[in-house]
């Protein structure tokens, strides 16, 4: 997530507060950095770099700010690349900005300013423009943000200075956060309180709709109809470390909570329920192509690769004909491969850093076939490379275990999917029933988590001291069973299986005895029954067996454990079903005292083959 620092005082030269802030959120992901100050003539400095704090303290170091005054942000892009252009903060005549959120009718503004020349392709740069086109002569930085707040959709967290009025620093938010830190002879604004720390312990909220003019002694709050608005400073709780995890205790738990939330931005504006249709932008095919498309090979690793997994099986059912064929990179790499006619190949990656699956995409392109990546980083060589694609939106994943990034690449497959359906012919009736599901999904996920955490949390005290583990499932719940034993086995270091449930009776059922536990991923769907055969061959030898399903409490299933998840979806179950292994993978693993952020062997990207 992008993160934001601001301050005005007397004491401190902004500069280090800008830079040591911007450090604080550095745990939030980002890919370019930049700052802007005001010196004591009132004139404006701005430094912009791609990359770590590092590159931009280097850019610091060829003219250095003496302002006491100035603005910050760290930015992890979602639309328009990973450039110093498109870093911020914007400027714009007498304005400069920092911008957390998306505008979404940037489009619409931009084309109404033509008196500005626009350098980069950011939605930020045109909110500056707005702000510099009603800031007239006797207008006030105030008076100009509120009046181009009101014209704008989307959300917003901001920060504006001006060489008119060098001692103010204005903010506003409308669903992305800001907080203003009242210190002594010193006001300091950041998006997070992480930033805050150190210089003071009493803040400001803003809430959303609410913009606040700040000086070095003064904090004045007024809804965007300019009407002043009454704030108490709150004491600011927790340590540094504890608040850039949202007051979570580690980022796995927080991401895992979180995914409800990010799944909403890697949904926004490609579903559409009243026509039942989907859209992603980015895959960069032609009309022709999208109906000439019959196969899709589809490349990860690990979470990818499930991932993969479990969308092929959609894919199939959304696309009338279409075959696919799931790999997994380092092994698909070195076979002689063929890939037919009227294919593409989807890179799925997180990171979009890995080496295995970076040299799948290399060897893929070298046989004339279309890559699309389906890629979280924004900018990674992944991303860079692919003939087209589209970013998952899951925002930065920090723990080595991914579990928001799965949810989003699964979703974002689908999406494909739907479009492909919609030009070759797929059943409009299935396609509405997955855009109706998908808009549900967040919140039933966010349901999910909620209401089968404490039960979650139960088993996994119940089964942590265990070192063997199955997980089973048939048909989209295989895919997920893979994925659950992944979790388990990298953050609690048990020793987990995941295997088709069908495959139990041709030899894993062998390591069934009391020191083993299954997990069995049952959904109530035409399938059912045979998915109980599994469940009671494992009973039968004496195996514990957890059940998770969206089975109704009416329909007797003999287990040890069974979470029912109530919910209206049918076609994403699966995906409700794998935050629930998410939890409990997570909970083992802090039962067994594990570092769950960092688990041991393990890095986030596995950038070496
Ligand atoms: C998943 O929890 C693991 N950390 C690992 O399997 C990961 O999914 C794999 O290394 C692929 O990473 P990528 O998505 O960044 O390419």
């Known amino acids: ?163 008119r009025e060098p001692g103010v620093i204005v903010v506003a938010r409308l669903g992305s956060p800001l907080i203003i830190g009242v210190g002594k002879d010193e006001t300091i604004i950041a998006s997070d309180a992480s930033a805050l720390l150190g210089y003071t312990r009493e803040a400001i909220y803003l809430n959303d709709g609410e913009l606040a003019v700040c000086t070095k002694d003064s904090v004045d709050v007024y809804n965007l109809s300019l009407k002043p608005q009454n704030h108490i400073p709150e004491q600011i709780e927790g340590d540094l470390e504890q608040i850039q995890k949202g007051g979570y205790p580690h980022f796995l738990i927080k991401e895992i909570m979180e995914q409800s939330s990010t799944l909403g931005n890697t949904l926004k504006g490609r579903i559409d329920t009243k026509t039942g249709k989907m859209h992603l932008g980015g895959p960069n095919l032609t009309q022709k192509e999208m109906q000439s498309i019959k196969h899709i090979v589809i490349v990860g690793c690990g979470t990818a690769y499930y991932a993969g997994l479990l969308a092929s099986y959609y894919l199939e059912q959304l696309v009338p004909e279409l075959t696919t064929e799931v790999v997994i990179a380092s092994e698909y790499r070195y076979r002689s491969f063929h890939i037919p006619k009227n294919s593409v190949a989807l890179i799925v990656s997180q990171s979009g850093e890995t080496a295995d699956t970076l040299a799948c995409l290399r060897e893929i392109k070298k046989r004339g076939v279309k890559t699309l990546g389906i890629v979280n980083v924004v900018g990674s060589t992944i991303a860079r490379e692919v003939d087209g694609g589209t970013y998952v939106h899951a925002g930065p994943e920090i723990s080595v275990a991914s579990t928001k990034a799965f949810t989003a690449q699964v979703v974002t497959m689908l999406l494909f999917g739907g ?147 109530e919910t209206p979806l049918k076609h994403l179950v699966p995906i409700l079903l794998n935050t629930l292994q998410q939890l409990f993978a997570y909970h083992v693993a802090v039962a067994r005292g594990n570092d769950v952020d960092q688990p041991r062997n393990l890095a986030k990207s596995v950038t070496v083959e």
């Open 419 to 565: 479009m492909l359906a919609e030009h070759q012919g797929g059943s409009p009736q299935l396609l509405n029933d997955f855009v109706q599901e998908l808009a549900k999904l967040p919140s039933e996920i966010e349901k999910t988590l909620r209401d089968y955490a404490g039960e979650i949390g139960d088993l996994a005290k119940k089964y942590a001291k265990y070192d063997d583990a199955l997980y089973l499932g048939r048909d989209t719940a295989y895919p997920i069973s893979l994925e659950g034993a992944l979790k388990l086995k990298e953050i609690s270091y048990i020793h987990a299986e995941g295997y088709a449930s069908g495959e139990l009776k041709h030899g894993p059922i062998a390591l069934v005895d009391e020191n083993t536990f299954e997990i069995f991923n049952i959904l109530d769907n035409w399938l059912y029954d045979k998915s109980l055969g599994g469940l009671h061959e494992v009973r039968a030898r004496g195996g514990k067996a957890i059940v998770l399903t969206d089975a109704a409490k009416e329909k007797q299933i003999e287990a040890d454990d069974i979470v029912r998840i």
């Open 1 to 163: 997530m992008c993160g934001i620092v601001g301050y005005v005082g007397e004491k401190r030269n902004a500069q280090d507060v800008l830079v040591n802030g911007l450090k604080r959120l550095e745990y939030r992901g980002y890919d370019s950095a930049g700052i802007a100050t005001l010196d004591e003539k009132g004139e404006a400095h701005l430094a912009r770099s791609v990359g770590k704090i590092v590159e931009l303290e280097q850019v610091l170091l060829e003219e250095s700010h003496t302002g006491k005054i100035g603005i910050g942000h760290t930015r992890w892009a979602t639309h328009g690349g990973v450039t110093v252009e498109n870093a911020h903060p914007h400027s714009a005549g007498d304005v400069y900005l920092v911008h957390n959120g998306i505008i979404e009718n940037y489009k619409e503004l931009k084309a109404k300013l033509k008196e500005h020349k626009f350098t980069s392709d950011t939605d930020t740069e045109v909110l500056a423009a707005l702000v510099d086109s009603n800031y007239g002569l006797n207008i006030s930085l105030k008076d100009a943000v509120a009046k181009s707040l009101k014209q704008v959709r989307g959300t917003y967290g901001i920060a504006v200075i001006s060489p």
